[in-house]
Structures are given as C-alpha cells and as structure tokens.
C-alpha cells in the first residue's frame, strides 16, 4: 500500500479534508501549500501531517529540498488556482497551474515518486446537453478549464515515459462540509456564496445569466460531496494502472433550482438577483461516473441536501 503521501494544496477546501481522511486511515501525510489565501487556513491541516509553505510553481529550490528530506509513495495534487471567473481576467497568473505540475511532475521523476493522483476538472469539456463520458470532446470554454486540460495532457505524456502511474480525476462542482467546519476566505464556487448570503456576510446573491440552454436560463451542474470526492481520491492510491474518470453524480441541478432548495433546506430566504452573463460560463456540466464505478469501486453517497444542510452548518455559527 502506498503509505507515505504527499498532499499539495492541502490546506485547500479539498486538500485539508483527504488529509484528515488519509491520516485517519493511517497514511503518513506531508502538506504543501503556499497559503496564498491566508495564514489562517493552517488550522484546517490535520496536526499530525507534516506542513511546508511552498509556492510549488514559483519557489521549486523549496519544493525540490523538501523532495530530498522525505520520501513518497504518491502524490495527491491539489495545488492549483481555480476561478473561472478570475482566469478570464488574468489568465497569465493561471499559466502556474500548469508550471507548479511540470515542477512536481520533474522532481517526482528525479526522487522516485511513482504515482500521481491529479486533481483534474470538469472544465476540460466541450459542454453537453448529455452527461459526459471520459472519451467526449474535450474544448474547455474558459482559461482555468485550459490550464486544467494542459496539465491532464502533460501528465498522459510524460508518466508514461518515466514509469509513473496516474490517475486524472475530472471534478465536476464541489460542495458540503467534509469535518472540518472549513470556511473558505475567499470562497468562488456557488454554494459558499450561497451560505454566505444566506447568513447575512453578503448583501445578495446575484445569478449570472438567464438565457443559457437549460430548464430555467441558468447555468445546469453536477454537484458532489466533498467526502464522496476524497474517496474517490483515496480509492485511486490503489490502481496499478492509469486512468482518466469523471467524478460526479450524473444529476444536473440549476443555479436556480439550487437557490430553491438551499431555501428549502435551512428554512432561509435568499436575497438573489439576476445578472449579466459571466465570459467563460458553459450552459451544462453534467458528469457520468460510470467508469468510476467499473475501475475504483466507487459511486457518490450524499445528495444535495446533505451538502447544503452540512455546510449551512457551519456558516449559520457566522450570523
């Protein structure tokens, strides 16, 4: 079994809840994150994990000596910028996801690391109407979704080669509390910025377009669990050989349709308002996790409202 793990972004929303995950399951962690949305998330990682503060796509000296102190089985990289909003603005900042991987994937090589679990995204695709399956377009609509598919693409040419097995997991939206009550300072996914209308932190919620081919005008996804999503991470240690899967539920909701039932959920009124479009908004994202289910076993538990009422959990204690 892959023992010894390195977790970067493990501070991160995703990150900090597999590191609590894989130590209690009984894996040795080591913690890469630049901390780039504070100092305060360091209380996130579980204590046991051992933590370094490296910018992985700007400080590689740093990355590489922690390299030469430790030695992996595997790395979980969760290390990333991941606005689609803000990578339309500033895409070149968006240009160190892509250099933060070919450093890890470099030194992983030159230290004997063997095994990559990638956190990929469901931006990769050409949208669809269909719930989409691993072998469909892929034609990402926004910067981040590019930076995304250049990794994928830089990791399916160079593992191979060096005798690295990995596996590329395709996120669709991420929501619910996996724990940790995690509070993100800088929350840019839609059911946090829910939770903090709902709570009174912002003023209102503003849905951005309503012309977009769906059931009501407003942008369809798929939203899973953060626990089902580490899971799935965790499944993929693993594998003896690499793969590509989606990670979703196959169940598409509207950003309207997650208003209502956000309402239903914790008996709140949302203040919401309509918007322009946002550039780099696909109309649908919606996952099939069929080939999940065949290679890891693996298939979501929680529905929307589990993820709603956990993370309303824990926004409600900010009123």
């Given at each position: 079994m892959n023992k010894d793990i390195l977790v970067t972004g493990g501070a991160g929303y995703i990150g900090s809840v597999a590191v609590k995950q894989l130590v209690e399951q009984g894996y040795k962690i080591t913690v890469v994150d630049s901390l780039f949305r504070g100092d305060s998330l360091l209380g996130y990682i579980n204590s046991v994990a051992k933590f370094y503060k490296i910018d992985i796509a700007k400080e590689r000296d740093k990355l590489e000596q922690m390299f030469k102190e430790n030695q992996f089985d595997a790395v979980m990289h969760f290390a990333a910028y991941k606005s689609v909003e803000e990578s339309m603005k500033n895409p070149e900042k968006y240009k160190n996801n892509v250099i933060g991987t070919e450093n890890l994937l470099d030194l992983m090589d030159k230290y004997g690391v063997k095994k990559i679990i990638f956190s990929s995204s469901a931006a990769v695709y050409k949208p669809s109407d269909s719930p989409l399956k691993e072998e469909d377009s892929l034609k990402p609509a926004n910067v981040y979704g590019q930076t995304k598919f250049q990794c994928e693409e830089k990791i399916k040419d160079f593992c191979p080669k060096k005798g690295i097995i990995y596996a590329n997991l395709r996120y669709f939206n991420v929501a619910g509390d996996g724990g940790l009550n995690y509070v993100d300072p800088m929350p840019e996914n839609v059911l946090p910025i829910i939770m903090e209308t709902l709570v009174g932190k912002r003023k209102e919620f503003v849905i951005f377009g309503t012309d977009y081919n769906s059931r009501d005008g407003t942008c369809l996804r798929d939203y899973i669990h953060v626990s089902d999503l580490v899971r799935a991470h965790i499944l993929a240690l693993n594998i003896k050989e690499s793969i590509t899967v989606n990670l979703g539920t196959?169940?598409?909701?509207?950003?309207?349709e997650l208003v209502k039932i956000s309402e239903e959920t914790t008996g709140q009124k949302l203040n919401y308002r309509f918007g322009p479009r946002r550039v780099g908004d696909p109309d649908s994202l919606v996952a099939s996790y069929q080939k999940a289910k065949e290679?890891?076993?693996?298939e979501p538990k929680k529905d929307i409202k589990e993820m709603i009422s956990s993370a309303?959990?824990?926004y409600e204690k900010l009123r």
């Open positions: 196959s169940r598409g909701y509207t950003v309207l290679i890891l076993g693996w309303y959990k824990v």
